[in-house]
């Protein structure tokens, strides 16, 4: 069974440039999960989708930051413009309903120049 | 906030068993404790759950005190392979299954 699968994974950008992080779940995973980890930090949630509604992005900075799951599969987070800060690396997860285990991707590696 | 308290660090021998501890003193009734491991420079992996029985897969066992204030992730032999950080969660099961990372442990294996 194919895991959760991320692109790109690794992006260097310069600041103020937009930037899209692409993520396609495990098939028949209904739970998406963005997940934002500092270095030397626990991943920390943005955002979490059932099928195609996001239930909970009380952590999503909505200035810059938006997500879209467009027919309950795949999805796309997106940072527009970027900021330094915003280097870090970018999580996806997934899991059956929102409940057992979450199965994470490898990441996505930003680093904003 | 996270709701687990672990050892930011241990040192275990190749070959022998890792027992990593984790207290969630404050862990309600419905809540599982879980266990994550993060290798560097990859996506946190699975390991292992559990609500109030101990549990036990192929990659470990969970120990559960009577009272569910405390766990222990045991790797009965590890290996080189096993050197990562290891995260220690509660979460409420049927809610959303949001996942709260704390520090973890870093674990190092040493041959």
């Known amino acids: 069974e194919a895991g959760v699968v991320q692109s790109p994974r690794y992006k260097i950008i310069e600041k103020k440039q937009p930037v899209a992080f692409w993520c396609n779940p495990i098939?028949?995973?209904?739970?998406l999960y963005w997940y934002l980890q500092n270095l030397g930090q626990g991943p920390e949630l943005l955002i979490r989708?059932?099928?195609?509604?996001?239930?909970?992005d009380s952590q999503l900075p909505k200035d810059r930051f938006s997500a879209e799951r467009l027919k309950g599969v795949d999805s796309t987070l997106k940072i527009q413009p970027a900021e330094l800060g915003d280097s870090a690396v970018y999580l996806c997860?997934?899991?059956?309903?929102?409940?057992?285990?979450?199965?994470f991707g490898p990441g996505t590696r930003l680093t904003v120049l | 906030d996270a709701k687990t308290t672990q050892p930011p660090s241990m040192d275990c021998a190749e070959g022998r068993a890792a027992n990593l501890p984790c207290n969630h003193s404050?862990?309600?009734?419905?809540?599982?404790v879980y266990w994550y491991r993060q290798i560097h420079s990859q996506g946190p992996q699975y390991i292992i759950h559990?609500?109030?029985n101990n549990e036990t897969n192929e990659m470990a066992s969970l120990i559960i005190t009577e009272d569910r204030k405390s766990s222990t992730l045991i790797l009965p032999h590890a290996t080189l392979r096993d050197t990562a950080v290891y995260y220690c969660?509660?979460?409420?099961?049927?809610?959303?299954?949001?996942?709260?990372f704390g520090q973890g442990t870093e674990l190092s294996v040493k041959p």
């Open positions: 098939s028949g995973h209904n739970t």
């Open positions: 404050t862990i309600s009734g419905n809540e599982y």
């Open positions: 997860a997934s899991s059956q309903r929102g409940a057992g285990a979450l199965y």
């Open positions: 559990g609500l109030k």
């Open positions: 969660i509660v979460r409420v099961e049927y809610q959303g299954g949001k996942l709260i």
């Open positions: 989708y059932e099928n195609e509604e996001a239930v909970d």
